[in-house]
């Protein structure tokens, strides 16, 4: 087993993006949303500004026309007699017109809004009083800081303006700490270790764009820590472990660097200027020079020149795994020394005090004085997760204890990585079936249900499985959600305390429990962590959903 060293790449395609005009800024009144047309919208032409208001076009079922004008009136609106089109509600100086296109079931509606005097909805100068120009940094901007009084968050969430136009910041009650500023919010990926759930640990970390697109700003809670077009040159964001940030410089196109580092207070590390860059965790990361030696670099800035090694990995203990130019494998101290002796012809890092290791083509166990705990006499073995591992002989897989005793004979065919927190290993039978194993059991799953190999996702203390449809499978091998579904994925990012089914009705959100919540399906579901999501509801519009209290988070004034 030869590993080669690689860089994982993440692709940020943009989670959040405002279709928006930066020049005015136009609010939609919230009594004025099309709460009957959600469910059955399907398409969003975008909102126009017109003189004197603005306009919204979208295609809906014409029976929900109905139930829009009597929202209408509810609102207090006047709505005019009759099948006109266009149908027209007034209040006051503000005046509707609903206009229909189209015919049977499906049509165009055309939603316009003018007033006579338009400064009582957006400011004498035509803008929303609470907005400070397009583009403004929020941290230098009155209006655009954070909201006074608020007390800092540990989590924001990116909530939309009822028009689209832009997105502003809020915490799990509502309150909005940044006003509608920007015009994309992206999480920015956490690195982890296995058993880690990053998405839902610390504080956030967002990647934000301001409307304009000339300032970007990384918070970290309801913290602004980095402004670039200001403060700093520009960046793409590309993974953090919550002390430092690897970073690429932002003229890039191909995600391939060059790639630099800044601290989780903002201060630039390393310029954006290596081929190569590869966190390590713990605050460390590592970059390879044009000449083939590394700078690794931590987060209190101090620098370490390394040989021309290839650097795979640091463990929790500190120490790094290299590759020497001889394709020797070593164990080093951060400062380059050595931290034992040997070499071995192949190695995996250390983890609770022991390591892997290959000497010739058997595989055995050192431990931190590099002396063997198990000398080396299996054709593959894994780490040890939870007091097991798989060995490898005469071709097939079995388990082993980490006082390397045989738990089984050497029966399996395959197996995937662990997972649950690192407490599992699922194997293949010969005959095709599989076994969940921990360390204190070993669950054999019925013929016919089957779990991927490649990518088993799962989600809380389920695993997703297959049996003609897709399920959610607990550590007993037992059906918690039904395989019924089309697909079932785990949300994005690495979180695993929401997976989302798809039938042919659209998504389910499921909790970490197999739980469906909302009762209701979506067409397009983001997850920021496992406790808000993010949807569409149809129009698009988009909403945030507290999976704790199974609600929406509304937006408190």
């Known amino acids: 087993m030869k590993r080669a060293l690689a860089l994982l790449l993440i692709a940020c395609a943009c989670l959040c993006t405002a279709c ?66 266009p149908t027209v509600a007034r209040k006051g100086d503000v005046e509707v017109q609903i206009e229909t296109y189209g ?114 700003f990384i918070l970290r809670g309801s913290e602004i820590v980095y402004t670039s077009g200001s403060d700093g040159p520009g960046i793409v964001p590309l993974i953090t472990d919550g002390e430092v940030i690897l970073v690429e410089a932002a003229e890039s196109d191909s995600f391939m660097g060059p790639y630099g580092l800044i601290s989780a207070e903002g201060k630039t590390l390393l310029e954006p200027a290596y081929a190569l860059g590869l966190l390590l965790g713990n605050g460390y990361a590592a970059f390879e020079k044009d000449d083939d030696t590394w700078t690794i670099c931590d987060a209190g800035g101090s620098i370490t020149e390394l040989a021309a090694f290839d650097i795979l990995d640091l463990s929790e203990e500190g120490v790094l795994l290299v590759i020497d130019g001889d394709g020797m494998y070593r164990y080093l101290n951060l400062d380059g020394t050595a931290y034992i002796d040997a070499i071995f012809d192949d190695a995996l890092p250390f983890q609770d005090g022991r390591a892997v290791v290959t000497v010739g083509e058997k595989y055995g166990v050192i431990d931190e004085s590099g002396l063997f705990l198990l000398e080396p006499k299996y054709e593959f073995l894994t780490s040890f997760w939870q007091g097991i591992a798989l060995y490898t002989r005469d071709g097939k897989r079995g388990v082993l204890s980490d006082a390397f005793v045989e738990v089984t004979k050497p029966i399996y065919e395959d197996y995937l990585s662990p997972v649950h927190d690192g407490k599992v290993l699922v194997a293949i039978r010969p005959d095709g079936t599989f076994d969940l194993i921990s360390s204190d059991s070993i669950v054999s799953l019925s013929k016919g249900v089957e779990i991927d190999l490649e990518y088993s996702p799962y989600v809380g203390e389920l695993f997703v499985a297959k049996e003609g449809g897709w399920g959610l499978i607990d550590m007993r091998g037992e059906w918690v959600v039904s395989p019924d579904y089309n697909v079932i994925t785990v949300s994005e990012f690495g979180n695993r305390g929401i997976a989302l089914a798809e039938d042919g009705m659209g998504i389910h959100i499921l909790n970490r429990d197999g739980r469906e919540m909302f009762n209701r399906v979506f067409q397009d579901v983001r997850a920021f962590d496992e406790h808000v999501v993010l949807i569409e509801n149809g129009i698009g519009r988009w909403l945030l959903l507290d999976m704790d209290a199974g609600e929406e988070i509304r937006l408190i004034q």
């Open 103 to 216: 015919m049977n079931f499906s049509m165009w509606v055309s939603i316009t809004v003018t007033t006579k005097s338009a400064s009582e909805l957006s400011g004498e100068d035509g803008k929303d009083p609470r907005t400070p120009d397009p583009g403004a940094s929020p941290a230098s901007t009155q209006d655009g800081a954070q909201t006074p009084g608020l007390p800092s968050a540990e989590r924001l969430y990116p909530y939309p303006d009822p028009g689209g136009n832009a997105f502003g910041l809020v915490d799990r009650s509502g309150r909005l700490h940044y006003d509608f500023l920007f015009a994309s919010v992206e999480p920015i990926p956490r690195w982890e270790r296995w058993g880690d759930d990053p998405m839902s640990e610390g504080p956030s970390w967002l990647w934000v764009i301001s409307r304009d697109a000339s300032e970007q």
């Open 20 to 85: 928006h005009d930066t020049s005015t800024y136009i609010p939609w009144p919230t009594e004025l949303l099309p709460e009957g047309l959600p469910a059955y919208a399907s398409k969003v032409g975008g909102v126009s500004e017109i003189e004197g208001g603005y306009a919204l076009s979208l295609t809906t079922m014409s029976n929900l026309l109905e139930d829009y004008k009597e929202q209408l009136e509810e609102a207090g609106y006047a709505v005019e007699p009759g099948y006109g089109n």
